[in-house]
């Protein structure tokens, strides 16, 4: 059973940063991806970062690039999110994600439809 727990959201004033964590319980291997995406009201789920655990290698956002830092600590099974520069429009409920037994164009090209596991959400909001 694969469980993933966010946490680290909160309210910041624009320019301010933020770092999301999210524990993984559950077995990883090379084929794993880990992501964050987020959903902001009345707008569809986007893929914000992805890591592909065979080799690392990473996807972000155009809106996020240079401003956002995906990573992994695989000793505490913990992702993370560094957010900096944070602008009022980053502001939504950021969920963590996972998929094992992909492949790296999935991981590096996001869709939620392609992740299985799912974390509750964390909340962010960033005022002007």
């Known amino acids: 059973q694969v469980q993933l727990v966010e946490s680290g959201g909160g309210s910041v004033q624009a320019g301010g940063s933020l770092r999301l964590s999210c524990v993984r319980s559950?077995?990883?291997?090379?084929?794993?991806?880990m992501g964050w995406f987020r959903q902001a009201p009345g707008k569809e789920r986007e893929g914000v970062a992805t890591?592909?655990?065979?080799?690392?290698?990473?996807y972000y956002a155009d809106s996020v690039k240079g401003r956002f830092t995906i990573s992994r600590d695989n000793a505490k099974n913990t992702l993370y999110l560094q957010m900096n520069s944070l602008k009022p429009e980053d502001t939504a409920m950021y969920y963590c994600?996972?998929?094992?037994?992909?492949?790296?164009?999935?991981?590096?090209?996001?869709?939620?439809?392609?992740?299985?596991?799912w974390g509750q959400g964390t909340q962010v909001t960033v005022s002007s």
């Open positions: 994600a996972a998929v094992y037994y992909t492949y790296p164009d999935v991981c590096l090209t996001p869709s939620e439809v392609d992740f299985r596991y």
């Open positions: 559950g077995y990883i291997d090379s084929s794993t991806c």
């Open positions: 890591i592909y655990f065979g080799g690392g290698r990473t």
